[in-house]
């Protein structure tokens, strides 16, 4: 399922909003939600639609500490059941 950039922004809000840094604002660098989401496709794990919100909030907080493909993966076992982003 494609979604655009806003609607996953929506997403992130609707589960709990943006990490912020220390200063208040949302960390610097951040990529797109829909970059994240072409890393999960990449990847090929399986995001239930109900989990995408929680799973981008992940990722958001786990690149503070390491690199974008390595957050997507520790998230996606979280959040996934395995294969290609799902409806």
């Keep these: 399922m494609q979604f655009t950039n806003e609607e996953l922004e929506e997403m992130i809000q ?3 909003g943006v990490p912020q840094g220390t200063e208040g604002t949302p960390v610097g660098g951040n990529p797109s939600p829909i970059q994240i989401m ?5 990847q090929g794990i399986q995001i239930p639609w109900a989990q995408i919100g929680q799973f981008l909030i ?3 907080v786990g690149i503070w500490t390491q690199s974008l493909p390595a957050a997507v993966a520790s ?3 979280v959040h ?3 294969g290609s ?3």
């Design 14 to 16: 609707n589960a709990g």
């Design 38 to 42: 072409a890393e999960v496709e990449a």
């Design 58 to 60: 992940c990722v958001l």
């Design 75 to 77: 998230c996606g076992l």
């Design 80 to 82: 996934s059941g395995g």
């Design 85 to 87: 982003v799902s409806s």
